[in-house]
């Protein structure tokens, strides 16, 4: 089946510093969306990405559309403690079904 | 309380025993659907519902039940559970296709 591949799997970062995952596909998708999942939550929705090349910010977040459609970016910029957390990223083919990525674990270090 | 509720938060449960993993919203969202989540794999579709009365199969539907006779309410029914089942169970709602996904907050199921 289809397949995200999100990396890298796990971060170890000093506060402050920025941050960059990504996600790839072999399959066009028509919306990347990222998530952040809390121990012991559900994920919440951080961006939502509709549109090929489409750059979105959501205060320290950033996440970008990959003009080929087979990927996406999100950056934190001066990441804090709260940051930690697994992101991740899915996609949206087919109505109704988003496919995730594995996940990348971020540690923030004070 | 408005959103999106799950219960149990947690479950024991023996190999073959029947269980039934509830998820209610309160937004009147069209579309609901059923993740679980396994370390190595991410979230995985079981199985949505884009409508009372219309569910569909996901990635792994195998070995799981669902209804949908409110538009509120869309349990998972584990028929004869395995301890492949083990696992974390996330249900979802969405107002609109291609809209993010409201999660809930899961249930942690331990078959036995």
């Known amino acids: 089946g289809q397949q995200l591949n999100q990396s890298p799997q796990s971060m170890f970062i000093q506060e402050g510093e920025d941050v960059s995952m990504n996600c790839t596909s072999s399959?066009?998708?028509?919306?990347w969306l990222w998530y952040k999942q809390d121990p012991g939550e559900g994920p919440v929705l951080l961006i939502a990405l509709y549109k090929a090349g489409e750059l979105t910010s959501n205060g320290r977040l950033t996440a970008q559309f990959g003009i080929t459609r087979k990927d996406s970016f999100l950056n934190i910029s001066a990441s804090i403690p709260s940051d930690v957390g697994i992101y991740f990223c899915?996609?949206?083919?087919?109505?109704?079904?988003?496919?995730f990525g594995q996940g990348t674990t971020l540690q923030v270090k004070p | 309380d408005a959103g999106i509720t799950q219960s149990p938060r947690y479950k024991i449960t023996e190999t073959g025993r029947q269980v039934t993993l509830m998820c209610h919203q309160t937004w009147s969202h069209s579309y609901m659907f059923w993740y679980r989540q396994d370390l190595g794999h991410g979230l995985r579709l079981i199985y949505y519902?884009?409508?009372?009365?219309?569910?569909d199969k996901g990635e792994v539907p195998d070995g799981y039940v669902v209804s949908r006779s409110k538009t509120e309410n869309f349990p998972l029914t584990l028929e004869s559970a395995t301890r492949s089942q083990t696992s974390v169970y996330f249900c979802a709602s969405s107002e609109k296709m291609g809209l993010g996904y409201t999660f809930g907050s899961g249930t942690r199921l331990t078959v036995v």
């Open positions: 519902s884009a409508a009372a009365d219309i569910t």
């Open positions: 899915a996609g949206q083919l087919v109505p109704g079904k988003l496919i």
């Open positions: 399959s066009i998708f028509n919306t």
